[in-house]
């Protein structure tokens, strides 16, 4: 298999998984939907609440990718000797 293959199928491994959780996102925002809808709340109401529990789903993320990654440009500081020791 080429590289150039290996990229496509890869990239459309990495789109297909991508989709997935967009569909069960989507899903999960209909049922919250209607379960505020089911205990009165409007949609305007709800609308917000989704959006601010999405907001936090997505600092969320952000946070833990951040936590989880150097800091952008930090092996600039180390010298390479130091990387190659391994610390």
């Known amino acids: 298999m080429s590289s ?3 990229d496509a199928d890869a990239c459309g491994q990495e789109l297909a998984r991508i989709s997935k959780h967009q569909h069960g996102a989507t ?3 209909f049922t919250v939907f209607q379960a505020l809808a089911a205990v009165g709340i409007g949609h ?3 609308d917000d ?3 601010k529990l999405e907001a936090g789903a997505v600092a969320g993320a ?4 951040s936590e989880s990654s150097a800091p952008h440009g930090c092996w600039v500081h180390i010298p ?3 990387r190659r020791a391994g610390g």
């Open 4 to 6: 150039e293959q290996h």
């Open 27 to 29: 899903a999960a925002r």
């Open 44 to 46: 305007e109401q709800a």
């Open 49 to 51: 609440i989704v959006s």
């Open 62 to 65: 952000h946070t833990w990718i």
């Open 80 to 82: 390479s000797d130091a």
